[in-house]
């Protein structure tokens, strides 16, 4: 699966952006999808994943009611609705697909480029 994430940008603290994730590939919907981020100096993190069939979703305690994930089978694209954002939230932000967890830890089969998002205080 490729993936190509758009959607970031630069906010204020409290705004909202939508992250958008359009996939090719004649598998996406078999896939479990994610957005994961990457801070400046940190690891990369996991965000949020969703199941294959949409019905299923799993978010990071830090983002938990202030985003939400979604995806679009017909037309091959993941959404991350952020609201509220912080700027702890300052991140590249990556889509994945083949999300899964496993040892205590996400991974994920393929990525896309990242997308950056800034929030300003």
């Known amino acids: 699966v490729q993936l190509q994430a758009s959607g970031g940008g630069l906010v204020e603290t409290g705004g909202s952006l939508r992250l958008s994730c359009a996939a090719s590939?004649?598998?996406?919907?078999?896939?479990?999808m994610g957005w994961f981020r990457q801070a400046p100096g940190k690891e990369r993190e996991f965000v949020a994943g969703?199941?294959?069939?949409?019905?299923?979703?799993s978010y990071a305690d830090s983002v938990k009611g202030r985003f939400t994930i979604s995806r679009d089978i017909a037309k091959n694209t993941v959404y991350l609705q952020m609201s509220s954002l912080k700027p702890e939230d300052t991140a590249v932000y990556y889509c994945?697909?083949?999300?899964?967890?496993?040892?205590?830890?996400?991974?994920?089969?393929?990525w896309g480029q990242g997308t950056q998002v800034t929030v300003s205080s």
């Open positions: 994945a697909a083949g999300v899964g967890y496993l040892s205590g830890s996400y991974t994920a089969k393929d």
């Open positions: 590939g004649r598998t996406f919907s078999t896939y479990a």
């Open positions: 969703i199941g294959w069939t949409g019905s299923s979703t």
